[in-house]
């Protein structure tokens, strides 16, 4: 692997570790139902294209994080086809973090945009 696609692999990953719980918070407060770590994943690859897509593993950790800061809560129900599956949904405290965490997003992009650009 050449040093440009490491750097790349690198950014990605720098990246994406500062923005699986923001996505994880909006897909599941966009969701009238609660989702489990399938449906959830699923739900990460349409909407973003792709580029959020990743092992479907590695968001668990992520959720187990958010259900414990409280902004989110789930429940176990039986599966009539394999385990029992851990059902997530966002919590009040977790809205109101959402929306503070899109504010805090929408200022980060509009002035990383506006350094892309040329614009300071």
């Not at 989110?72 to 129900?77: C, D, F, K, Q, R």
Request: charged share 25%; glycine share 10%.
């Amino acid at each position: 692997m050449d040093d440009r696609v490491g750097h790349l692999k690198k950014f990605q990953k720098e990246l994406s570790a500062g923005t699986v719980s923001l996505v994880l918070l909006a897909v599941l407060g966009q969701s009238r139902q609660p989702l489990y770590g399938y449906q959830i994943a699923k739900r990460l690859e349409e909407l973003g294209e792709g580029v959020l897509a990743g092992k479907q593993s590695a968001l668990y950790p992520v959720l187990r994080n958010l259900e414990a800061a409280g902004l989110l809560a789930s429940e176990v129900e039986p599966s009539v086809s394999g385990p029992p599956r851990r059902y997530y949904r966002v919590t009040k405290p977790g809205r109101e973090v959402l929306r503070e965490w899109v504010a805090a997003w929408n200022a980060t992009r509009d002035s990383v945009d506006k350094v892309l650009q040329g614009e300071v």
